[in-house]
C-alpha cells in the first residue's frame, strides 16, 4: 500500500513538471474605465472609481478584449482619477481613471503539453 502511494506520488510529481512548462505571449494595454453611474462628492467619487473591484472588473474586460484566452496577469499602473462636474449640480462630481497599464497573457498556440526545448 505504501510503494502503491509512493509511486503514485512520484508519478504525478514527472507528469506535474510537464505540464508547467507551457509558454506564454504577453501584451501591455492601456485604457480607461467608464464613470461611475452616480454623482457624490469629490472625494467619495474618486474612492468609487478607485475600489479595488472595479479595477480588477476592467482590467479583466481589457483582458478579454482582446480575444478568446487572454487573461489578466498583474496591473502595472493604476493610472490617475480624473473628474467631471455633473450637470447643474454643484460640488458633485462623476469620475473614472485614465491610463490603466495591465499586463495580459495567454498560452502560446502550440507550447501546451510540449517538453521544453523540444518541438
Known amino acids: ?26 501584451r ?16 467619495a467619487a474618486i474612492a468609487t472609481a478607485s475600489k479595488p473591484y472595479n479595477i480588477s472588473r476592467y482590467t479583466k474586460l481589457f483582458c478579454q478584449s482582446q480575444g478568446y484566452g487572454w487573461h489578466v ?3 502595472k499602473d493604476m493610472g490617475k482619477s480624473v473628474c467631471t462636474q455633473c450637470g447643474a449640480d454643484q460640488g458633485k462630481n462623476q ?21 521544453p526545448g523540444k518541438s
Not at 502503491?4 to 508519478?11: K, M
Not at 492601456?30 to 461611475?36: I, Q, V, Y
Request: hydrophobic share 45%.
Open 73 to 75: 496577469e498583474q496591473v
Open 28 to 43: 501591455d494595454l492601456m485604457a480607461n474605465t467608464l464613470p461611475s453611474v452616480g454623482c457624490e462628492a469629490k472625494d
Open 1 to 26: 500500500m505504501k510503494i502503491t502511494s509512493i509511486c503514485l506520488w512520484l508519478v504525478l510529481f514527472f507528469f506535474s513538471k510537464t505540464l508547467i512548462a507551457s509558454e506564454f505571449i504577453y
Open 95 to 115: 469620475c473614472h481613471l485614465e491610463d490603466i497599464v495591465v499586463t495580459c497573457k495567454r498560452i502560446k498556440p502550440g507550447s501546451v503539453g510540449m517538453l
